[in-house]
């Protein structure tokens, strides 16, 4: 039966997906695919064969780190994703789509691919009326067009992919450990997080099976890193492996005797996959594993929990280096000037395959992970460290940070909420940055005591929620005395009266399924098309929709029995006073979805959604 896999998948690659690739580029054009699944078919293998390796919701976490392993070792320029993938539709808010793309980016995808946007109709009228066609029985997908209410303003969304993906396909992924699975394993597409205590810890790892060891690149080995042109792996660790080719201990070996390190974590090597052959036996593999015990640089461990112990014990550090639960961090390099981007991820979800509606919100719930607040973290990079926003667009020079003069910079990660990332920059090459000023080295206070931010001139900005005396040292060697007067209040606005106006959505043809041409067959209208109704509801308390208790004279209006059957987009207006001091005010809005806020006049008109708060303070009068 293995011989019989093992066949399979060789003609899997050979007479599909090496043919189909060449026949793709010979007409000017690229192939892309899921190369998966197939038992014998080497999932890594068969993804370095095609110009544009993909995944989908199968291969979340692991699945996608093991495909992000096939493109680093064989230079591709894309790791594409079939995204936001779910069982129902005109349900996901942007909180769940980006919370999935999110995770997308930090294991290794960079070029997302939206699922969803059908035709508007079934031509014959077939499931067509508003708002519109949906395929799979209105399923898998939220059609990504003018159908949607939040529609004008999807640039929001679209501009945080884009910057994102502008970087993770420009800049070099760099990875710290190679994961060597069991043979049997590649067969399959792996989930979720294998090696949780490698990225509590800062180490970013990629899935390596038995194809991409035996590859070209992977026997490039200079200054103890595989493949230091790419991914350049500081070390490998063997999990769980039994079923393993003489060619890849082989490998293994070599990768020893070159100095890299090597953790063998409940793994013993005992057996080939198939008939054995002469230069295939299970009895040869045991030798090698054997000879590989003998190195100063191999160590075993039957604990999971102390593989990033071993590492440093080893000499490996990560390019990242801290102990925080739940973060996850990517180094990529722009090889031009050595500038080091760090993706950072608050990974709190435990979810596979299809995207749930409303997931972001259970996930952020506190029971799976909460912000990551006042962490300290080295990374490595040498210059000006910044803070690079994805959703605005705004590059910041972080505030307070310690220069550590070996090649890293310690700095503070503060209020990085679950399920949303940040990139940090460190660069010698500020051109396309803000200039570098002053920044803060010390303060005389814990780290959740206070902020340094950056007003709109790129100065340092002392801010605090608690009254006291601060003394802030700076790294041009002088200190400034801060007095805070008073403690920050709470301003809360969720039983104050708002004035609620809002736009209806609803169909322009109330039975546009029967509006069918009876000699063609072909439906005469758009179903898609939409009719605005305006209500004004006056003062509201802050409730769902369905509890608003409307007039019938607005329900009439609204053509509806109930409010259950409205939506739309909402207006809601309030008044504040506020004392005119200097403050740090922050709104918080919980799980709506909010597309702009107005204050004083002036309009805020990119709104983050994973983060569920927006600063306030610079647009008081």
């Known amino acids: 039966v293995e011989d019989y896999n093992d066949i399979m998948g ?17 007409i000017g054009c690229n192939y892309r695919a899921q190369t998966y699944d ?6 890594a293998g068969a993804a370095s064969t095609v110009t544009i390796p993909e995944g989908d919701n199968m291969t979340k976490g692991d699945g996608l780190r093991q495909l992000s392993a096939s493109a680093n070792l064989y230079n591709k320029k894309y790791l594409s994703m079939e995204a936001i993938t779910g069982a129902s539709i005109y349900q996901f808010n942007w909180e769940d789509i980006l919370f999935e793309l999110t995770a997308n980016f930090s294991w290794g995808v960079n070029r997302a691919i939206f699922h969803g946007s059908a035709y508007s109709k079934s ?18 997908g939220e059609p990504y067009t003018y159908r949607q209410a939040y529609w004008d303003e999807m640039d929001m969304v679209t501009d945080y992919v884009s910057r994102n993906q502008a ?28 090696m949780q205590a490698l990225l509590d810890h800062g180490y970013s790892y990629n899935i390596m099976s038995e194809a991409l060891i035996n590859g070209e690149n992977a026997h490039d080995v200079q200054n103890q890193m595989i493949y230091p042109d790419g991914p350049g792996y500081k070390a490998l660790v063997l999990s769980e492996v039994s079923t393993i080719s003489v060619e890849s201990m082989e490998t293994i070996l070599d990768y020893a005797k070159a100095g890299i390190p090597i953790i ?19 009895a040869k593999v045991q030798e090698l594993y054997q000879e590989l015990l003998t190195f100063y640089n191999v160590k075993e461990t039957s604990n999971k929990d102390e593989i990033p112990e071993i590492l440093k014990s080893l000499g490996v550090t990560g390019y990242a280096n801290y102990s925080i639960p739940k973060l996850e961090t990517t180094m990529y390099q722009d090889t031009t000037d050595g500038t080091n981007y760090y993706y950072m991820f608050n990974d709190v979800s435990t979810f596979q395959g299809m995207l749930t509606a409303g997931s972001s919100k259970i996930y952020k719930t506190g029971e799976y992970g909460e912000a990551i607040q006042d962490a300290i973290i080295t990374l490595e990079g040498s210059g000006t460290p910044y803070m690079l926003d994805a959703m605005t667009g705004e590059i910041t020079q972080i505030g307070e940070y310690t220069d550590n003069g070996d090649g890293t910079i310690t700095l503070c990660l503060d209020n990085l909420d679950p399920g949303a990332s940040t990139i940090i920059a460190i660069t010698n090459n500020t051109t396309d940055f803000p200039a570098p000023s002053d920044y803060v080295t010390d303060v005389n206070a814990d780290n959740g ?32 005395d801060v007095t805070i007067d008073k403690s920050g209040e709470v301003l809360d606005l969720s039983d104050a009266k708002w004035n609620l106006t809002i736009d209806s959505y609803g169909p322009k043809y109330k039975d546009a399924s029967s509006m069918v041409d009876p000699e063609t067959g072909i439906q005469t209208v758009d179903p898609s098309e939409t009719e605005i109704i305006t209500v004004d509801f006056g003062e509201q308390n802050l409730v769902n929709w369905a509890d ?69 303070g610079k647009y008081l009068i």
């Open 38 to 43: 197939l038992t014998g078919l080497d999932i």
């Open 167 to 194: 970087l993770l396909q420009y800049a070099n992924q760099k990875v710290d450990v190679a994961v060597v699975r069991d043979g049997t394993l590649a067969f399959k597409n792996p989930s979720g997080n294998s």
């Open 10 to 26: 060789h003609l899997y690659e050979t007479q599909h997906c090496i043919p189909a690739n060449k026949w793709a580029e010979s």
């Open 264 to 282: 063998s974590y409940s793994s013993n090597p005992s057996k080939v996959y198939g008939t054995e052959k002469s230069d295939n036996m299970d």
């Open 123 to 140: 031509i014959n009228g077939f499931h067509a009326d508003w708002p519109g066609w949906d395929p799979f029985g209105g399923s898998f």
């Open 449 to 480: 005591d206070y902020e340094i931010a950056r007003d709109v001139d790129h100065n340092a900005v002392f801010r605090s929620n608690t009254a006291g005396s601060y003394q802030v040292s700076l790294s041009d060697g002088t200190t400034k």
């Open 548 to 616: 608003i208790q409307a007039t019938e004279e607005q329900l009439a209006t609204l053509g509806v029995a109930s409010m259950d059957n409205v939506s739309g987009r909402g207006y809601y207006t309030t008044t504040f006073d506020w004392d005119g001091s200097k403050a740090n005010l922050w709104m918080s809005y919980g799980n709506d979805q909010i597309t702009g806020i107005t204050i004083n006049g002036q309009e805020i008109d990119v709104i983050n959604n994973l983060t569920d708060t927006v600063d306030l």
